[in-house]
């Protein structure tokens, strides 16, 4: 068997781009650098000086719990992914020489996560890089009754969210609910029920369908996750649930960023 050369693995890596390699594509529209000074702060273990193994980069531990994020991996087939796959190397700037986190590695890391405040300093991060891009985010609260089948509504909304508008289907449309909007502070655009044995008024079902295209932008959200990230939360502790679900959320965002970059960017 031949040996793999420099250049076959420059023109491996050249095909790949050719096929359109999104994590390629990811890194060209995400400066990661920004996220640095927070997670160096957090992240480092020791400096080496006390013997051991020294710290991983800060930035590439980073951008391998994105990778466990976006592709639904344990930290066992995470180690093996990265070693297995090209692009991941890519993304990772890892070259075929260098050592690779190791799946008990990639847990602790993760693990410093649980530290208070990095993972809202992280988001505040990506805001700021959106608004660098030009980019506005807008904001708003939807509600989703899979689990609690509409009982429960206030402890799930946020009072300090900009806006005051909460969306939501008619699982939670109950007088109840209504009264305890418009004493918090609420706006209502909870979807209006079909009455009984009559037909929907036509100005209802105007009304719900302008609901339901505000609402679908964010429901597309949960789409993705639950079905292209295969997101599913099995952890011990509600902390480390949060570290997951808001990582997912990270993970989407930078996706989605790079999407709305792409296009935009000039044909041609």
Not at 51 to 71: E, H, M, N
Not at 82 to 98: A, N, P, T, V, Y
């Amino acid at each position: 068997m031949s040996q793999f050369g420099l250049f076959d693995f420059s023109d491996r890596l050249a095909a790949l781009s050719a096929f359109g390699d999104p994590l390629e594509r990811l890194s060209q529209v995400v400066d990661f650098e920004i996220f640095r000074p927070s997670l160096e702060s957090d992240f480092n273990f020791s400096d080496g000086s006390q013997g051991g193994r020294p710290p991983y980069d800060a930035v590439l531990i980073f951008k391998v719990l994105i990778l466990q994020s976006l592709y639904n991996l344990s930290d066992d087939q995470t180690e093996y992914r990265i070693k297995d796959r090209l692009s991941f190397m890519r993304f990772l700037g890892l070259e075929l020489c260098q050592s690779v986190p190791d799946a008990k590695t990639i847990w602790l890391y993760r693990e410093r996560l649980k530290k208070k405040g990095l993972m809202d300093r992280l988001f505040s991060l990506f805001g700021q890089m959106l608004r660098e891009k030009g980019y506005l985010a807008m904001s708003g609260q939807i509600v989703d009754a899979s689990f609690y089948d509409g009982h429960v509504l206030l402890p799930l909304l946020d009072k300090n969210n900009t806006s005051s508008s909460v969306w939501g289907d008619t699982a939670y449309r109950n007088q109840t609910n209504e009264k305890l909007l418009v004493e918090n502070g609420f706006r209502s655009q909870l979807h209006r029920k079909k009455p009984k044995k009559k037909p929907m008024p036509l100005r209802t079902q105007c009304a719900n369908g302008k609901k339901s295209k505000i609402r679908a932008h964010v429901e597309h959200v949960f789409a993705v996750q639950k079905e292209r990230m295969r997101l599913f939360i099995r952890t011990i502790g509600l902390e480390r649930a949060r570290i997951k679900i808001t990582l997912a959320n990270l993970t989407y965002n930078l996706q989605r960023l790079s999407f709305w970059e792409k296009r935009a960017a000039p044909t041609g």
